[in-house]
């Protein structure tokens, strides 16, 4: 028991470093992506390259003055970053980093839970986010931060019904909701992606929408709403909207890692005769690698692609998306009938 | 009662741990960043911010509808789609048998969401 609580807390206090760690280079890595594409530097005058301006900007954040509007409602005010960084940060619980590793004989699992409702408690987490929002939007007592919420949060709703739709397909075909077995199960080159290919765009799609990225970025949309939701936020409430978009960010490549692109598998791995736990190690780098290709996926999509309209917005997530993921789970369910029925 | 108990310290506890962690950290940065940051409130700083101007009003007028029909159609489908995922977790054992039922069950929700369609609950540019 003492070991068990043990190694669970050493887990999660690495894996919420890292999540941070990752979330303050996603910024940086953001911004020399953007310079690399319009063909400009960056920012490169703290430390060698600019690697150290996530610091510099972490340590303006908490020097800043923390300007409550006068007629706010602060309590709300408060709260609502805090909220929206506590759903972003906790989402992580049910991801599998790796295979369990072995010391002596204690045995460690790379995943801090395995709850056999993995995918509905990741739902239900970022389904509590849209409150950090609203709370924020709404308390801030402001034109632009109270419409930047609405879009916010009835865009996040829209998109959540696509996304949980998109997964029926994949659920039917793995008959689990547990993250660790779907990520099992996929060893090897058996990824749930080839499988289940519509299913996967209409996932990212929706994640897109959920995270506020563009092509769907409305709810702050500069030219329109100045910073949406956040308008009236200064200091550390800044911080954490922002950087619990990085994080959310950071959680639905994962979620995608591990649902569609295999988790820690790595194909051919297991037949160069290594040291178990050199394999979970090497998987578990082979896991950050798939992340990191979404992060950068991300940003790339963000240079590419122009923000849609609102109706635009809503029209492809209710007349587009929902369709095409129920005709996916119809498609799936009489393959899967058909393959039991013949034996192929 | 020993279920209960297994599940309880495999599962809960360590969502218990994480959320503890993500706690302390997020009042311990907003405590800092109060007590670091300077504190000099004048009345024009405090005014909530309307592109320089002064501002028009209060904030919390009534909305579009629009935004609230769209949220009450979210529950109603959430709801629906909360159905299908029991559904989809046993879909090989319930067999042929069950994808049809489901399949009646799609079919009601799909005509009640064209239905919705149609009455132009979604039309955003009017």
Not at chain 1, 248 to 262: D, K, L, P, R, Y
Request: net charge neutral.
């Amino acid at each position: 028991m003492g070991g068990f609580l043990l190694s669970k807390t050493i887990l999660i206090v690495i894996i919420f470093v890292i999540t941070l760690v990752i979330a303050m280079y996603s910024t940086i890595l953001e911004r020399k992506f953007a310079a690399w594409l319009q063909d400009r530097i960056g920012p490169n005058r703290t430390g060698p390259g600019g690697i150290l301006q996530p610091l510099a900007d972490g340590v303006k954040m908490f020097m800043k003055e923390e300007i409550i509007p006068a007629n706010a409602h602060k309590f709300l005010f408060i709260m609502g970053p805090m909220l929206a960084m506590t759903t972003a940060l906790m989402a992580s619980v049910v991801i599998p980093w790796g295979k369990s590793l072995k010391i002596g004989d204690f045995v460690m699992d790379l995943q801090v839970a395995d709850l056999n409702i993995g995918i509905l408690y990741v739902f239900g987490v970022v389904s509590i986010g849209v409150y950090g929002i609203m709370i924020g939007g709404w308390a801030s007592n402001n034109k632009f931060s109270l419409l930047g919420a609405l879009r916010a949060s009835s865009q996040m709703i829209s998109y959540e019904l696509a996304m949980s739709l998109s997964l029926v397909a994949v659920i039917m075909s793995t008959g689990t909701l547990s993250m660790g077995e779907i990520a099992a199960q996929q060893s090897g080159w058996h990824w749930n992606v080839f499988t289940q290919p519509l299913s996967f765009i209409i996932f990212i799609i929706c994640a897109f929408a959920e995270t506020n990225r563009t092509p769907f970025d409305l709810p702050e949309c500069e030219t329109e709403l100045i910073g949406g939701y956040h308008t009236e936020y200064s200091s550390m409430g800044l911080g954490f909207y922002l950087f619990a978009e990085y994080i959310n960010m950071f959680i639905s490549s994962a979620v995608m890692a591990t649902i569609f692109f295999g988790g820690y598998n790595m194909p051919f791995l297991d037949q160069l005769g290594l040291a178990p736990n050199v394999e979970a190690l090497i998987g578990t780098a082979f896991f950050f690698g798939k992340i990191a290709f979404f992060i950068l996926f991300f940003m790339w999509v963000r240079w590419t692609i122009p923000r849609f309209r609102y109706d635009q917005l809503m029209n492809l997530g209710w007349k587009v998306m929902i369709p095409l993921a129920l005709v996916n789970i119809l498609i799936t369910g009489s393959v899967l009938i058909l393959r039991d029925h013949f034996n192929f | 009662m020993m279920i209960f108990l297994v599940a309880f310290t495999k599962y809960l506890i360590p969502l218990i741990i994480q959320l503890l962690v993500v706690l302390g950290f997020v009042f311990t940065t907003v405590a800092a960043s109060q007590y670091l940051g300077p504190k000099r409130k004048t009345a024009g700083k405090l005014e909530s911010f309307e592109s320089g101007l002064d501002a028009v009003g209060n904030a919390r007028v009534p909305f579009s509808v629009k935004y609230f029909l769209a949220a009450i159609l979210f529950v109603l489908f959430d709801v629906e789609i909360i159905f299908l995922y029991p559904w989809a977790v046993n879909f090989k054992e319930l067999g042929w048998q069950g994808f049809v039922e489901m399949l009646m069950f799609i079919v009601f929700f799909t005509l009640g969401f064209f239905y919705v369609l149609k009455k132009g609950a979604l039309k955003w540019d009017d």
